[in-house]
């Protein structure tokens, strides 16, 4: 196998080795978003039109708002116990196979593919195929796909296109490239279901989300002459709100959203964890201050999970983001 010297596998060698296994285990990452998950979902449709068997490894389950992506219903933590040894296992849209979660069980790297678009990938796999300039890993899982030759039907559409509506914010953040668009163009001619894709992961909200949202935005604070905005949330919240740790998705947006914000910061304090979410408008580097605490990302959108009380993660995240720049 002749790799790059950058580390990168080629696109003629990802499809080879796809091409050489029988068996395949497509891995997305915990806490899934429509990256990982479509991602995953459009190559093992590609995969089993050429006969192959695949199964799909997901730690925490489908999002309610993801269960419409073809095939989300094989999408399980229990894999068959019968997978042959050579299994593939192939990781979508994580910068470590850690990310995968505890419940994965024990993968050699040699049997190890490592798909993904994030700055400071950890190249884990046999083979990395990260393409860092690419709108989302659904997008780089296109090239394997034309590669491939495999015919691209209306559910590999709309898992890709999922994808880039994902990781694009619906077309908004400064990823959305020509190439983004035009690529989401052909697969809305090819009958990926944009509608959908529109309603189910950026309009519909429960109101129980909307409440939440409500006592999100009463306890913004701004640091930093306003240009930090920061809020939290947690399990007495989600109780009186009637929301979940899934309605949380994509409220730091508004955050950042808020005028003369630069980066935002929303601390989930639930169940025992504190996961937090970065957002920057692009002056801070928040995948560099998330790295200072074990987390990882992209420039404009990161995440970490903080271990400690909520009290200490504050000025925790705010001296990683100040040793960014903030
Ligand atoms: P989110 O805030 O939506 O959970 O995550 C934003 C981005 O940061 C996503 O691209 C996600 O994959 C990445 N990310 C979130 N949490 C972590 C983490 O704990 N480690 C790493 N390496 N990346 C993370
Ligand atoms: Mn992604």
Redesign the pocket.
């Known amino acids: 196998m002749i790799e790059s010297t950058s580390g990168i596998a080629s696109t003629k060698d990802v499809v080879e080795e796809l091409r050489g296994r029988s068996a395949f285990v497509m891995v997305s ?1 915990v ?1 899934p ?1 429509g ?2 998950l479509g991602a995953g979902l459009a190559l093992g449709l590609a995969l089993k039109g050429l006969g192959k068997r695949v199964a799909y490894f997901q730690q925490d389950g489908v999002p309610r708002n993801l269960r419409f992506l073809p095939d989300a219903e094989l999408v399980s933590r229990r894999l068959p116990a019968d997978l042959p040894d050579d299994t593939l296992y192939v990781f979508c ?4 196979w850690r ?1 995968a979660g505890e419940y994965l069980p024990p993968v050699d790297r040699a049997n190890m593919l490592d798909i993904d678009h ?1 700055l ?1 990938n950890s190249l884990f796999g046999k083979l990395n195929y990260v393409l860092e300039h690419e709108c989302s890993t659904g997008s780089v899982v296109m090239h394997l796909l034309r590669e491939l030759g495999v015919p691209l039907d209306e559910r590999i559409a709309t898992c890709i296109l999922a994808t880039i509506m994902t ?1 694009t914010g619906g077309f908004m953040h400064s990823n959305t490239t020509p190439d983004a668009l035009e690529l989401a163009a052909e697969l809305m001619r090819l009958g990926a279901d944009k509608e959908q894709i529109t309603e189910e992961i950026f309009l519909r909200k429960r109101v129980g989300a909307t409440k939440l949202l409500g006592r999100v935005v009463e306890k913004m604070r701004f640091e930093h002459g306003g240009r930090y905005c920061y809020s939290y949330v947690d399990d007495a919240m989600l109780e009186q709100t009637g929301a979940d740790g899934e309605d949380t ?1 994509d409220m ?1 947006n508004t955050l950042l959203g808020q005028e003369g914000v630069d980066v935002a910061a929303l601390f989930k304090a639930i169940e025992g964890e504190i ?1 937090v ?3 920057s408008s692009g002056r801070i580097n928040v ?1 560099a201050a ?1 790295g200072r605490l ?5 420039f404009r ?5 903080y271990r400690g009380p909520l009290p200490d993660a504050f000025p925790a995240v705010e001296a990683a983001l100040v040793a960014e720049g903030l």
């Not at 849209?93 to 470590?96: C, H, K, L, Q, V």
């Not at 074990?294 to 992209?298: A, D, E, I, N, S």
């Not at 959108?301 to 999970?305: D, E, F, K």
């Open positions: 990452h806490k978003d990256d990982t849209d994580m910068s470590d990310r994030h400071g990781d998705e730091v996961r979410s970065l957002r995948q998330a074990g987390g990882g990302g992209h959108a990161s995440g970490l999970t």
